[in-house]
């Protein structure tokens, strides 16, 4: 049961991750916090660290429900996160070392999906609590790995959460 939950985890946060998250227009912001979340993500995947990875998808509260959701049906949180880790840096054994250029950032201006993934993530863990997205931003991002001769182009979105950046994963 651990290691489906886990598959089920790494994949959807891995394939989702990349994908669009709405409306856009060309505005800055002046804090880069928002490609920031996305070269601490690769970092972590480089690491294998299971804990940054973590955090830069979803908030404490998210996590914190998560794992009480796996300790209450019996599945230990250290090794679910150490197969998450490992299913995330897996394929850059052979790949090689991952790297991310940000080639484009647009400033979102309607939050109203990201707002809804937001409320719906805290839902799924029956989590109360005032979350509100202030900023979100879509970022057109090149992927490379050292052994690999073709890059990934990905547009993804970041958002902005109580002070904290993380990637919107749907």
Same mark, same amino acid.
């Given at each position: 049961m651990k290691k489906i939950i886990a598959g089920i985890m790494a994949v959807t946060m891995t394939t989702c991750m990349f994908a669009s998250c709405g409306d856009k227009d060309d505005s800055e912001s002046s804090s880069k916090g928002y490609e920031k979340v996305v070269t601490d993500f690769v970092k972590a995947a480089n690491d294998k660290d299971a804990d940054a990875l973590l955090k830069s998808m979803m908030p404490s509260k998210v996590i914190d429900g998560y794992k009480t959701m796996l300790e209450d049906s019996g599945e230990d949180w250290d090794d679910t996160k150490d197969e998450f880790a490992d299913m995330i840096s897996g394929g850059l054994e052979d =790949?090689? +070392? &991952? =790297?991310? @250029?940000?080639?484009? =950032? +647009? @400033? &979102?201006?309607d939050l109203s999906e990201v707002q809804e993934y937001v409320d719906d993530m805290y839902d799924s863990f029956d989590i109360e609590d005032d979350h509100e997205v202030s900023e979100a931003y879509e970022l057109d991002v090149v992927l490379s790995a050292e052994n690999e001769d073709e890059d990934n182009e990905e547009t993804i979105c970041s958002y902005k959460l109580d002070g904290d950046w993380y990637l919107m994963l749907d």
């Open positions: =790949s090689g +070392k &991952l =790297s991310v @250029k940000i080639n484009e =950032s +647009k @400033k &979102l201006d």
